[in-house]
């Protein structure tokens, strides 16, 4: 078999490989808000997440794969430079997800390619345009979620007064599911593409496809189904610390904020993928629970949403330098490069095992929701915005 073949499949799994990480390190963004009001059960939530992630397959089309794979020039976009781009990209996955950081798959994925696209070919390699779009993303989702949801919460409230709906009625945890059914969903249309974008750089770098007249990769539909199916099945995994920050840490949400907070990232999700623009949706996720805890009063926990916008910050650099060196690491002579790089991947792979043997459960995070007694089921008043340097 053609030895760039076997390369190009390889580079194809890990791909895949990141993407089922990214199912499992993004699923809080989807159920985080249902599992800590107890609208749905932990496993139950995943499930119900990882349906929605693979249905968006048959509705999305390629745009934000396309705008992932246009990151570095199809020159450059060889088996080395994705590879690279990968091993940054999953390494820092599993890191922030071990510690139950809501650090950025995306931002995490972009840093890799920019990384190992200026190690091969210095800025000359690098899409700028493409960049600079992900790049303002990083500040505008966050401020648009946040904002509609804080909007929202004031909304839902006013719909309690007229309703006499209490914070945990049955109607909100009902609408709760459905607005957690489109985030699921918007997590897999925008998500599952960046895989789909980055093997479709792989093969026409490899020139195992081609570019169409409007610059546009065609993707193949194996990779298309491929990248959806690793997406659901990392969420159906379950990335239970993440879910148990996001859910249990940020602020204290009730069924009527997480709804508030769900409306944030939907809107916030599905205005990107729309537009082609590969967003973050654990930022959308995360700043839409802030905007409904600040708006609810019942304020964030700062010390845990320092903590997030400091891995916002260093997840690009960090993911870029990582992809920069291994990228490096494959152009040494031969057998240097084989020996340098067997031992990265001998040492991810065991760091891989040992983190999803000992990692957090379900059943660890259904220990720590409150009860249901417990609950406040009171009308409240019309939000204020209160702060608070933890949340109780």
């Known amino acids: 078999m053609d030895p760039l073949l076997i390369a190009v499949i390889a580079v194809a799994a890990l791909a895949l490989l990141f993407d089922f990480t990214n199912g499992f390190h993004d ?20 499930a119900f997440s990882a349906i929605f992630n693979f249905l968006a397959y048959f509705f999305v089309g390629t745009a934000v794969a396309n705008t992932v794979s246009k990151v570095v020039d199809a020159e450059y976009a060889g088996v080395a430079v994705v590879f690279a781009a990968l091993v940054g990209a999953i390494s820092w996955n599993y890191l922030t997800w071990w510690v139950g950081m809501p650090s950025s798959s995306s931002h995490a994925l ?17 899409a700028w345009t493409k960049v600079e779009e992900a790049a303002l993303a990083i500040f505008v989702s966050p401020l648009v979620a946040f904002t509609i949801a804080f909007v929202a919460m004031y909304l839902v409230a006013a719909l309690q007064r007229s309703t ?49 007249a409007d610059g546009a990769v065609a993707v193949p539909e194996w990779v298309a189904l491929s990248a959806y199916t690793a997406i ?22 009730h069924a009527n904020s997480g709804l508030a907070a769900n409306i944030g990232a939907v809107t916030s999700i599905f205005g990107a993928t729309s537009m082609g623009i590969p967003i973050s949706t654990t930022q959308a996720a995360g700043s839409s629970v802030m905007g409904a805890g600040v708006a609810s009063g019942r304020g964030i926990n700062l010390k845990v949403v320092g903590e997030m916008l400091l891995a916002w910050i260093v997840t690009i650099p960090s993911t870029g ?11 040494l002579p031969t057998p240097a490069a084989w020996v340098s790089v067997s031992a990265l991947g001998f040492v991810l792979g065991g760091a891989i095992i040992y983190a999803m043997t000992h990692s957090t459960r379900a059943a660890d995070v259904e220990d720590e929701l409150p009860q249901e007694g417990i609950l406040a089921e009171h009308l409240p008043p019309i939000p204020r915005i209160e702060r608070q340097d933890e949340v109780a």
């Open 232 to 253: 659901a099945l990392g969420t159906l995994w379950g990335g239970w610390k993440i879910i148990e920050t996001m859910g249990l840490r940020i602020t204290s949400l």
């Open 110 to 126: 972009i840093g890799g390619l920019v990384g190992a696209g200026l190690a091969a070919g210095w800025i000359d390699a690098i």
């Open 164 to 212: 006499g709906w209490a914070d945990n009625a049955k109607p909100f945890k009902w609408l709760q599911v459905v607005s957690a059914a489109a985030v699921s969903f918007g997590h897999g249309a925008n998500d599952a593409q960046k895989t789909m974008g980055v093997i479709a750089a792989l093969l026409a770098g490899a020139g195992y496809t081609t570019m169409g």
């Open 27 to 46: 699923a809080a963004n989807s159920v985080a808000t249902v599992v800590a009001t107890r609208a749905m059960s932990p496993r139950v939530a995943v």
């Open 321 to 331: 330098a990582l992809a920069f060196l291994v990228y490096k690491l494959t152009q």
